[in-house]
């Protein structure tokens, strides 16, 4: 249903910023509801941000206030942008999209490496 490439991650000092992007080649775009997830290594994968195809966001505790998902439907773009990064976020950032419209099946992306460190 959906193909999803992740890109924008990279070496960051402590304190620094970084935007992720989400590019999906559905069709329609704007039904999915779409999530960043993270996975560092030893670790179970947890959801970051999520934002639902009618906008509404929804954060990690440990990322509210330093990140922020939003997404283009025109451009079929979904966006991470981290701010005030710490050691603790560094972790692959894996891109999700669900349409439950049509299916509970979830796709992902390949996942792009973000670490954070001076």
């Known amino acids: 249903q959906v193909q999803l490439v992740e890109s924008g991650g990279g070496l960051v000092q402590p304190g620094g910023s970084l935007r992720l992007s989400c590019a999906a080649s559905?069709?329609?775009?704007?039904?999915?509801?779409m999530a960043w997830y993270r996975q560092a290594p030893g670790k179970q994968r947890e959801l970051v941000a999520s934002?639902?195809?009618?906008?509404?966001?929804n954060y990690a505790d440990s990322v509210k206030g330093r990140f922020s998902i939003s997404r283009d439907n025109d451009k079929k773009l979904v966006y991470l942008q981290m701010n005030s990064l710490k050691p603790e976020d560094t972790a692959v950032y894996y891109c999700?999209?669900?349409?439950?419209?049509?299916?509970?099946?979830?796709?992902w992306g390949q996942g792009t490496q973000v670490t954070v460190s001076s």
């Open positions: 559905a069709i329609n775009f704007s039904p999915y509801d």
């Open positions: 999700k999209a669900v349409n439950h419209f049509i299916t509970n099946r979830a796709y």
């Open positions: 934002i639902t195809s009618t906008g509404s966001t």
